[in-house]
């Protein structure tokens, strides 16, 4: 069974980090991008960042650019989110995805450019 899983996540205050994590299963990720995206009720799925296979390029919503980062270790085919500076407004559930082909941004900034989701972890920050 292909699954990623998400752990890290928490409530923690304004100013606070948390770290992400999402470990691949049945499958390896390693040739294909990853993602991280967040989803608040009510509101759409919105990107959060992408890396592409190898780690060389990253990509970061504008929201969260000198806040967060996004790595991965294809060996243990996991990728990890670095969420430091944290603001009530990144209130909300982040899954990771996988699968994602090609370099662009403008392609792995779209959920449809990922087969693969994880369930999600919720992430809460109180002010």
């Known amino acids: 069974q292909v699954q990623l899983v998400e752990s890290g996540g928490g409530s923690v205050q304004a100013g606070g980090s948390l770290r992400l994590s999402c470990v691949g299963s049945g499958r390896s990720f390693s040739t294909y991008a990853m993602g991280w995206f967040r989803q608040c009720p009510g509101k759409e799925r919105e990107f959060v960042a992408a890396?592409?296979?190898?780690?060389?390029?990253?990509y970061y919503a504008d929201s969260v650019k000198g806040r967060f980062s996004i790595s991965r270790d294809n060996a243990k085919n996991t990728v990890y989110l670095q969420m430091n500076s944290l603001k009530p407004e990144d209130t909300a559930v982040y899954y990771c995805a996988a699968g994602g082909l090609g370099f662009a941004r403008t392609t792995l900034i779209r959920p449809d450019t990922y087969d693969t989701w994880g369930q999600g972890t919720q992430v809460t920050v109180s002010s």
């Open positions: 890396i592409t296979w190898s780690g060389e390029i990253t």
